[in-house]
């Protein structure tokens, strides 16, 4: 209640402030005061007191006729993670010789885990049954951490570990902070489809973060009896094409610069795919009865026709 000489002054954050931010991170705000008669508060000093206890100060430097408000505060939010409290106050003080009383303002934002992201690639395809081969796994913090050290690991889909691997120091080529390695895996036994999953564990970060997960598959399939050779050329020059995409259902290989491809497979009768943006070439049907060599002459797709893509 407002006594004779005395006002009341109100304290409020003039944008809304996050309910909730990352550990360890900053926001940024700023804090109006006004009273009844709209007094000018320029040049006064608020106390600001950090969860931590630590105390800092800012000024009110604008007046807008109703009420004053300050700069830019930024605060910087502890990297324990649940709810924190900053206490904000304005000192009791007299402007035009009314007395306005100390005026308080308590601000509670919870601190959240920084969020990770989890990819895997290199996955052959595709793998032989019983045989062993290896894929790369890598994760990055949302705030940019450094995750050298930390841990990732694969399981199968009843969710049993079956590899794990340490982050490297170096990030990925061309990334800033996508941190990996690579993970030797054994392959079913079964042929077929097998679902599998990567997870990465955030323990060993000093900041808090949550965890993430991968999903990817591989195509297991026999062991292989014999191998097939494809020679991708341009039909018109018989210029060697890199970068082809051979695909015979489960299996795929890339062409390399001298426009050459190897797959091991067993024995059988397969649909054979080549694509590459820029050329085109009808799909054949190739039997795989021992070693076969296959060559195969490409058109190159005109100006004309940008989106054509070799059939998959």
């Known amino acids: 209640m407002t006594q004779a000489g005395t006002a009341l002054v109100h304290l409020e954050v003039s944008e809304p402030a996050p309910g909730e931010t990352a550990a360890g991170s900053e926001f940024v705000l700023r804090v109006r005061a006004s ?4 007094r000018d508060r320029t040049g006064m000093t608020m106390q600001i007191v950090a969860p931590d206890d630590a105390v800092t100060t800012s000024r009110f430097i604008t007046h807008d006729g109703a009420g004053s408000e300050t700069g830019d505060i930024t605060l910087h939010m502890p990297q324990q993670l649940g709810d924190h409290v900053w206490r904000l106050a304005l000192p009791a003080h007299d ?3 009314v007395h306005h009383d100390k005026t308080s303002l308590t601000l509670a934002v919870r601190s959240r885990p920084h969020e990770t992201f989890l990819a895997v ?3 052959p395809s595709p793998v032989v049954a019983g045989e062993r081969f290896a894929i790369k796994a890598g994760a990055k913090s949302s705030a940019g951490c450094e995750l050298a050290g930390s841990m990732v690991e694969i399981r199968d889909a009843e969710d049993a570990v079956i590899g794990s691997g340490t982050l490297g120091e170096t990030p990925w080529p061309g990334t800033s902070a996508l941190y990996w390695t690579e993970i030797e895996l054994p392959a079913p036994a079964r042929e077929g489809i097998a679902a ?3 997870r990465f564990d955030p323990a060993t970060i000093d900041l808090p973060h949550g965890g993430s997960t991968a999903q990817f598959g591989i195509a297991v399939v026999p062991p292989p009896e014999h191998r097939l050779t494809v020679t991708v050329v341009e039909k018109d020059t018989a210029t060697p094409i890199e970068d082809v995409v051979v695909h015979l259902g489960a299996y795929r290989a890339t062409t ?3 426009g050459l ?3 091991r497979m067993p024995k059988g009768i397969y649909e054979l795919h080549l694509w590459k943006v820029g050329y085109e070439a009808p799909p054949r049907t190739v039997a795989i009865n021992d070693d076969v060599s296959i060559y195969i002459e490409a058109l190159t797709v005109t100006e004309e026709e940008p989106d054509a893509r070799w059939k998959m």
């Open 121 to 123: 690639w290199a996955v």
């Open 35 to 38: 009273c009844a008669a709209g």
């Open 256 to 258: 390399g610069q001298a």
């Open 196 to 198: 599998l999953s990567a």
């Open 261 to 263: 491809a190897q797959i």
């Open 95 to 97: 402007i035009a010789g």
